[in-house]
C-alpha cells in the first residue's frame, strides 16, 4: 500500500454490504456520524449527548438513558424469544410454565449492569 493513504473505519464488513442492500442506509448513515470531521456541531453534539454519556453515564443524556434502555429492553425480549422457543422446548414443561421460566430467566438475566456509571471507575 501507497504511504499518504489513509483508510478509515467501517462499521459493516464491506462484503456485507454486497449481499444485504438494505444495510447501505444504515451503515453510510452511522459511519458518517461516528467518522464525521471534528469541531462541527453535529459531531460535537453527537460526542456529548450520546457517544460520551453512554460509555461513561447512562444517565447524563437523555439520549443516552433511552439508547440504554432500548437495548437492554431489546436483550431481554431475545433473551425470553430464544429460551421459550429453542432452550427449555424440550425441558418438559407444560407451554404456561416454560413462559413463565422464560420470563423470569429474561427478566433476571437482563443486562442492567449497563446502567452503572463507569465514570466512577476512572
Avoid: H
Avoid at 431475545?78 to 432452550?87: A, M, P, Q, V
Avoid at 413463565?100 to 433476571?108: D, I, K, M, N, P
Amino acid at each position: 500500500m501507497k504511504k499518504g493513504i489513509t483508510l478509515y473505519n467501517i462499521i459493516f464488513p464491506i462484503w456485507l454490504l454486497w449481499i444485504l442492500p438494505v444495510t447501505w442506509v444504515v451503515v453510510l448513515l452511522a459511519n458518517f456520524l461516528i467518522d464525521f470531521k471534528e469541531g462541527s456541531k453535529i459531531q460535537d453534539w453527537w460526542y456529548t449527548n450520546f457517544t460520551n454519556p453512554v460509555s461513561y453515564n447512562p444517565f447524563s443524556s437523555f439520549f443516552a438513558f433511552l439508547w440504554v434502555t432500548c437495548c437492554i429492553t431489546l436483550t431481554a425480549v431475545l433473551i425470553y424469544f430464544f429460551n421459550d422457543r429453542w432452550c427449555l422446548k424440550k425441558a418438559g414443561l407444560e407451554d404456561g410454565q416454560r413462559k413463565a421460566v422464560a420470563l423470569s430467566l429474561a427478566a433476571f438475566t437482563a443486562p442492567y449492569l449497563f446502567y452503572l456509571p463507569t465514570e466512577f471507575f476512572f
